[in-house]
């Protein structure tokens, strides 16, 4: 059974730098794509990265991208880099697995396997 627990985020300043951290369970990364996605109250909830289960592609929303990277390491753990961070970025983070697929998968029904959020605020 997968299972994905985010930690990290918390509250940052603007133009600060923030990281989240997504550590995964009884699944291997090499087989699987993960994405990060954030979702405000009462709103969709929004892709903002993703990262191919070869770990040789990514994709980014306009919104973050030049500021937010994703990455793994070689345990088990993925995280997103948020750098030039906006109050607009201030939400809650999910992170998403699905097996195979690809970095151009963006919406929430591509992934199988959700984590429960980790709240980010960012402070102007």
């Known amino acids: 059974h997968v299972q994905l627990v985010e930690s990290g985020g918390g509250l940052g300043q603007a133009g600060g730098f923030l990281k989240v951290a997504c550590a995964a369970s009884?699944?291997?990364?090499?087989?699987?794509?993960m994405g990060w996605f954030r979702q405000a109250p009462g709103q969709v909830r929004e892709f903002v990265a993703a990262?191919?289960?070869?770990?040789?592609?990514k994709n980014y929303a306009d919104p973050v991208k030049g500021r937010f990277t994703i990455s793994r390491d070689d345990k088990n753990t993925v995280y997103l880099q948020m750098k030039s961070l906006k109050p607009d970025d201030t939400t809650v983070y999910y992170c998403?697995?699905?097996?195979?697929?690809?970095?151009?998968?963006?919406?929430?029904?591509?992934?199988?396997?959700w984590g429960q959020g980790t709240q980010v605020t960012v402070s102007s």
């Open positions: 009884g699944h291997t990364f090499s087989s699987y794509t």
């Open positions: 990262l191919s289960w070869s770990g040789y592609t």
């Open positions: 998403a697995a699905r097996e195979y697929g690809n970095s151009l998968f963006m919406a929430t029904p591509d992934y199988d396997y």
